[in-house]
């Protein structure tokens, strides 16, 4: 190691981290007695960066070179940047380094093309396959799928990674097409079909023969830009939901735009749209696992999110006829899309109510943000009296307290 | 009347053990060590017999699940003041009672158990997270801990999972005891001269020599990593409370 080698990992790491994903869970490899390792549920935050996100894997460009010249993106070859290139060794040498003290889960490898797709991506696997096979490392390892790489190489990338992801980055071809002129969404597209194929037919395999090899098993993810171009939240969520049913994505990350980028095709953003973006999760989260469909929570009459309020707030404020949901009695999934219950309470009420008939002060206990859930519940305590308000009432109730606090729970979803 | 035992979780257990067999009726128990006498209190000592500890564990585990019986030993190891008690009263309701209650989140019993098996969860969570380790001359990844309870017992397990093929110490150096895994096993161990121990950053004369390299370029990453036009401190602090900074390398200051 020298100073060459942390000038590079500088240059290579600040060019990877507008790729927002950063998770390493999802995935389940067990360690061998003398591997290094594993990864299983899920992964860990070893560290938070001051904007608050989690720091838990390498996660790196192979290299900033890049042939293509895509206006939202920092590597771009017009772009006036110090570009650098990791060898294949040192790359292992960090992930090895790092992982033996603890600092990450696992390796995050992105690259800007060089020369050519296949180049590139012979590359990254090269790297995945001599970390699992001559290090034996068994933590966890995100490959970026190069678009326009052989099936072949797609393939073998993985039986080495976690995670595989190609990037649509922009919620459009429209706009993929101004912004990047040599992308379409073919291009994507093609890898990430022959992965949504391969990843469904290794694990019918695994179903049948129990050691038959594991292919990506914590999936294929994709980024969506936000705010770059002008789709609405109705087209950005009806893509990720598409994205989720048709190619079995395991997560969507939705990035703000970052106004670093000075080419006149970029929009003369002021400011990321953190709050934007944070809704987007919510709205997703809400899809994955509450049960939400889509047009519940985006339509024609409500294209966007509404910024001030979470989205299952709104929802509940768009639906009053579904409300009040009796607590004691309701099923579990109907528990779940009352504002202020989460998951957790919803799971401690349908438990706890098996022993008694609970009351407003047992929510409470419980975990229930009652300040919110008053509104939309009714429990052994027969008061009504927050009951029947007008929407407008109660969303000026929701809007006073938390105002300031949207902007600081960016994953912490809802109560 | 007021119980006393050896300050152990089996001992507790034989508590509960004599509690039933004598059927007393217990106003307070606590460890021996603990326990200041008074003119007007007198205390019963219980002898710990692993035996009946078993036996007790068993029942929890019947009655309710295993998962419960390792919440409970969960909860002896946060140091609460009155955990011994508290623990006392859930066993008690789990066996008084014709149905498993250990769900009950109605319960304030129940209720605080769960609480506190939470508190615990991530504090044994965090350590997962920010134990950073050294590696010194000898080839051992050596890390300091202080955490908030007495959670070292049960970390073991997930760092050995990790890395069956380096050898570690995990030290917490508050409660002077230790765990050290030699490739082959895990041991508790404490050391009568600990002064080194305590220091968070070892001195480069015993780090192996590519050390303070790893702890440079970890820091780099990690300040490259950071977008400043995101910056949020609210957000970051509410996942790295200041107290957990100083197991952090990247976020010292000199180097
Ligand atoms: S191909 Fe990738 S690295 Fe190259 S400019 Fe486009 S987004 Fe950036």
Same mark, same amino acid.
Request: hydrophobic share 35%; charged share 25%; net charge positive.
């Given at each position: ?29 067990? /360690? ?20 608050? *996100? ?13 042939? !293509? ?15 650098? #290139? !990791? ?10 380094? !790092? ?24 590359? +990254?696997?090269?790297? #995945?396959? &001599? ?24 393939? &073998? ?52 023969? *129990? ?22 939240? %109705?087209?950005?969520?009806? +893509?990720?939901?598409? %994205?989720?049913?048709?190619?079995? %994505? ?41 049960? !939400? ?15 001030? +309020? ?17 607590? /004691?009695? #309701? ?20 438990? #706890? ?9 047992? %929510? ?15 429990? +052994? ?10 929407? &407008? ?23 | ?88 009263? @859930? ?57 908030? @309870? ?37 041991? @508790? ?67």
């Amino acid at each position: 190691m020298n100073q060459r080698v942390k000038e590079k990992l500088e240059i290579l790491s600040d060019a990877a981290k507008y790729d927002v994903s950063c998770s390493s869970s999802g995935s389940n490899r067990k /360690n061998t007695k003398d591997g290094l390792g594993n990864s299983s549920g899920m992964g860990i935050c070893h560290s938070y960066t001051e904007d608050g *996100r989690c720091v838990s894997l390498l996660k790196i460009l192979l290299t900033n070179h890049c042939i !293509f010249d895509c206006a939202y993106c920092v590597s771009r070859r017009s772009n006036d940047v110090k570009r650098a #290139a !990791f060898t294949v060794q040192e790359v292992v040498d960090l992930t090895i380094n !790092f992982y033996r003290r603890n600092y990450i889960e696992g390796l995050f490898l992105s690259s800007g093309i060089f020369k050519n797709p296949d180049y590139t991506m012979e590359r +990254l696997v090269r790297i #995945a396959k &001599e970390l699992r096979t001559q290090h034996k490392f068994n933590g966890y390892i995100h490959l970026k799928a190069i678009p326009g790489a052989s099936d072949e190489l797609i393939h &073998e990338a993985g039986l080495y990674a976690d995670r595989l992801s190609v990037n649509l980055e922009i919620p459009s071809e429209m706009s993929l097409k101004k912004v990047a002129p040599e992308k379409n969404y073919g291009d994507v597209y093609k890898p990430m079909n022959y992965l949504a194929e391969t990843i469904t037919g290794f694990k019918e395999e695994q179903k049948a023969i *129990r050691r038959a090899p594991k292919f990506a098993p914590g999936g294929q993810s994709t980024q969506l830009v936000i705010g770059a171009t002008p789709e609405k939240d %109705l087209q950005v969520l009806n +893509l990720a939901n598409d %994205l989720y049913k048709k190619q079995n %994505l395991k997560r969507v990350y939705y990035s703000g735009y970052v106004p670093i980028s000075s080419d006149e095709r970029m929009p003369a953003l002021k400011q990321t749209p953190v709050v934007r973006e944070n809704r987007l999760y919510q709205a997703d989260w809400l899809m994955r696992f509450y049960g !939400f469909g889509v047009d519940e929570i985006v339509n024609d009459h409500h294209p966007e999110l509404d910024l001030e +309020l979470d989205p299952k707030a709104a929802y509940a404020l768009r639906n009053p006829e579904r409300f009040p949901v009796d607590i /004691n009695h #309701a099923d579990y999934e109907v528990i779940l899309r009352v504002p202020g219950i989460g998951v957790r309470s919803a799971k401690k009420i349908v438990a #706890a109510r098996k022993h008694g008939k609970l009351r407003m002060e047992h %929510l409470k206990k419980i975990g229930v943000v009652l300040k919110r859930a008053k509104y939309f519940i009714t429990c +052994l305590d027969k008061d009504f009296i927050f009951l029947g308000k007008q929407p &407008e009432l109660i969303r000026q109730a929701f809007l006073q307290p938390t105002r300031s606090k949207v902007a600081a729970n960016q994953l912490n979803l809802f109560a | 009347m007021i119980l006393t035992y050896d300050g152990t979780f089996s001992g507790l257990l034989s508590v509960v053990f004599e509690v039933y067999r004598l059927k007393i009726t217990v106003s307070k128990i606590v460890p021996e060590d603990e326990w200041q006498s008074n003119f007007f209190d007198q205390a019963t000592y219980v002898e710990t017999d692993s035996a009946w500890a078993d036996r007790v564990r068993k029942g929890i585990e019947k009655k309710a699940s295993k998962k419960i019986a390792n919440t409970l030993y969960q909860c002896f190891l946060s140091e609460q003041a009155d955990i011994s008690m508290l623990l006392f009263n @859930f066993i008690q309701k789990l066996f008084d009672s014709p149905s498993d209650i250990s769900d009950n989140y109605g319960d304030d019993t129940v209720l605080r158990i769960h609480q506190i098996k939470k508190k615990i969860g991530r504090e044994v969570h965090r350590m997962h997270a920010f134990v950073r380790f050294q590696r010194t001359k000898d080839d051992i990844y050596y890390a300091v801990i202080e955490p908030d @309870f007495n959670v070292l017992p049960l970390l073991p397990k997930h760092f050995l999972d990790r890395y069956p093929a380096q050898k570690w110490l995990l030290y917490d150096s508050q409660r002077r005891y230790g765990v050290y895994y030699d490739l082959h096993k895990t041991t @508790f161990i404490t050391f009568e001269d600990d002064e080194r121990l305590q220091y968070r950053q070892l001195n480069e004369s015993v780090l192996d020599q590519s050390e303070p390299e790893y702890q440079i370029l970890w820091k780099s990453y990690f300040d490259s990593v950071n977008i400043p036009e995101r910056r949020n401190m609210k957000l970051h602090l509410q996942h790295v409370p200041k107290r957990y900074w100083k197991y952090l390398s990247e976020k010292r200051q000199q180097f």
